[in-house]
């Protein structure tokens, strides 16, 4: 089973910055990426970035250029650092991660951008 806890979520104004953090916990011998997604208020779930254990980061056309993921494998932690905030970047943000055998999705932190 695997456990992620999630943190750094909250209420910002448009063209501020959040960091979102998330740690896994459990049986696994080791992750193979991880990342983060959300669901905007009545919209699909959809990937944000992700990191694979090789260091190369992957980021989707929605915040590409305003995000940054990183990773720390050997800590099972992974971070979204976000910059120039929208309102319409309001979501609830999941972390994921890849063990190699299962996906697994957080509860989900909300982020809020408004003024």
């Known amino acids: 089973q695997v456990h992620l806890v999630e943190s750094g979520g909250g209420l910002v104004q448009p063209g501020e910055s959040l960091t979102l953090s998330c740690v896994a916990s459990g049986s696994f011998f080791s992750l193979k990426a991880m990342g983060w997604y959300r669901q905007g208020s009545g919209r699909e779930g959809n990937l944000v970035a992700a990191?694979?254990?090789?260091?190369?980061?992957h980021y989707s056309t929605s915040m590409k250029g305003r995000v940054t993921v990183s990773g720390d494998f050997e800590k099972n932690t992974v971070y979204l650092q976000m910059g120039s905030l929208k309102p319409e970047d309001t979501a609830v943000y999941f972390c994921?991660?890849?063990?190699?055998?299962?996906?697994?999705w957080g509860q989900g932190t909300r982020v809020t951008v408004s003024s």
């Open positions: 994921w991660v890849n063990t190699g055998d299962l996906e697994v």
């Open positions: 990191i694979t254990s090789d260091g190369s980061p």
